[in-house]
């Protein structure tokens, strides 16, 4: 059984930084997601297997993919938070040679980011 848990969401104000956390172990593409109330969840940042990595426009320059293996974990480092990266954020796990997906893969139960004006 797949299990990842999210840790390290928050309540910062705008240009705080928070770095967010999942125990997940395994050379697997992986990513974190976000959906804030009433809209559609989203990629955020993906790390592939072979550590090349991809962001959403809206966080690049600002948001950092990493995986530690040896910790079996997987980061999410935030800068320059803006209120409307307030969302509740996921950490998931793509199946064997794919990449997570809204609907497809294995997820956390999420982390809540709060960024206030």
């Known amino acids: 059984q797949v299990q990842l848990r999210e840790s390290g969401g928050g309540s910062v104000q705008s240009g705080g930084s928070l770095r967010l956390s999942c125990a997940a172990s395994g050379n697997y593409c992986m990513g974190w997601f976000r959906q804030a109330p009433g809209k559609e969840r989203e990629g955020v940042a993906t790390i592939y297997s072979d550590g090349s990595t991809s962001y959403a426009d809206s966080v690049k320059g600002r948001f950092t993919i990493s995986q530690d293996n040896a910790k079996n974990t997987l980061y999410l480092q935030m800068n320059s938070l803006r209120p409307e990266d307030t969302a509740m954020y996921y950490c998931?796990?793509?199946?064997?040679?794919?990449?997570?997906?809204?609907?497809?893969?294995?997820w956390g139960q999420g982390t809540q980011v709060t960024v206030s004006s």
């Open positions: 998931a796990r793509g199946l064997v040679g794919r990449c997570p997906r809204p609907g497809s893969g294995y």
